[in-house]
């Protein structure tokens, strides 16, 4: 059966947020230290705004937790500064294990890695040796090392599909309303991890329900990792990247989106006169776990990066198990090679 680890975790508090007048200063310091260090900043589509628009000022870039890697492996900074949770800077020291990969904070986790902690999935690889193991990328570097594929939202189906069409059984972590999705979509023999990300989790179908009555012009996009009931009422269903790049294509001026709102600074970017509406959570204000907004990427501060880079650097650091990076990098690269068939 399934592993569903009912959060084994807590919600971190909301960090203080700085003044509108105490910002220039902790941008203008952040900015003469990645000069100084000779570092790069690369930030999730999840983050702050701010941070986000720092990024893209100091010759940085926003992307996916992928992307954000795959950047800094080819930027000839010595650092490279992750600003997003801890599983994406894992990412980036397997890919560049030569840099020093900082982080503004260690604390920075993610509901998708710690709900599927090494030992137990390994455990549960063991259990069905007969199953090709996918692991999404929002995993630690111990599980993408005992995985034979590491795969993203935006390649997900087309990789299962492919795998299924070969005969291959498939165990799935961690994501449960991925997986849904996917063996939705492909009808491959799907074995799932039980995991959720809380973000997404929240958004509920009765709800939408309810906002598209108000904005029946609006189109609802969606993240893969919501619920199926919230997903079956998409216009479109995609990864972060895939849904700003739907934003500016579809013809409606309002669009209802559900994930991360840190995702508003970048589609509105895209197309600056439409209308973006948040798809409504299970909570309300304060009583809502996540309020579509990441606890953990809310933990990146102005004053986290100029501690990471000022400061104890050790302290920010990710280090990992030269053996544990050997073989992750195996489906990473896999998963690469796939993505780069399909693109061509």
């Known amino acids: 059966m399934p592993i ?25 310091k ?6 100084q260090h000779n570092a790069v900043m690369v930030a999730h589509y999840y983050t702050d ?3 986000q628009a720092l990024a893209e000022e100091t010759g940085g870039c926003v992307a996916d937790s992928l992307e954000m890697a795959r950047f800094g492996r080819q930027h000839p900074a010595e650092i490279l500064l992750v600003v997003g949770v801890r599983f994406m800077g894992e990412t980036a020291k397997i890919l560049s294990p030569e840099k020093q990969i900082l982080m503004p904070t260690l604390a920075a986790e993610c509901s998708l890695d710690l709900s599927c ?3 137990a999935f390994s455990d549960f690889c063991d259990q069905h040796p007969d199953r090709t193991v996918v692991v999404y990328a929002n995993t630690s570097a111990a599980v993408k090392a005992r995985a034979d594929w590491v795969v993203t939202s935006s390649i997900a189906v087309e990789l299962i599909d492919k795998l299924d069409s070969q005969g291959e059984k498939i165990l799935w972590a961690p994501d449960r309303h991925l997986g849904d999705y996917v063996q939705r979509q492909t009808g491959a023999d799907l074995l799932s991890w039980q995991g959720v990300c809380i973000v997404h989790d929240e958004f509920k179908g009765r709800a939408l329900q309810q906002m598209k009555r108000l904005y029946p012009e609006g189109a609802v996009l969606v993240h893969p990792e919501s619920p199926a009931a919230v997903i079956a ?4 269903v995609g990864s972060t990247s895939q849904l700003i790049k739907a934003a500016q294509q579809l013809p409606q001026r309002t669009l209802i989106v559900a994930t991360d709102q840190g995702i508003f600074y970048k589609m509105q970017q895209a197309c600056p006169e ?3 509406l948040a798809a409504p959570t299970a909570g309300a204000g304060a009583t809502c776990r996540s309020c ?9 501060s102005l004053p986290a990066l ?8 050790d302290a920010h650091a990710i280090h990992l198990d030269p053996a544990v990076r050997e073989r992750a990098l195996l489906p990473l690269n896999r998963m690469l090679d796939f993505a780069q068939q399909l693109r061509t």
Do not use: F, H, S
């Open 30 to 35: 952040v900015k003469q230290l990645l000069e």
């Open 4 to 28: 569903y680890l009912d959060r084994p975790y807590a919600i971190p508090a909301k960090p203080e947020r700085l003044t509108a007048q105490q910002q220039p200063a902790y941008r203008a």
């Open 292 to 300: 579509a907004q990441c606890p953990w990427m809310a933990l990146n």
């Open 274 to 276: 439409k209308t973006l």
């Open 117 to 119: 902690p090494a030992t």
């Open 306 to 313: 100029v501690d990471a880079l000022e400061g104890d650097r």
């Open 49 to 51: 705004p701010a941070l």
């Open 233 to 236: 009422q998409a216009d479109v």
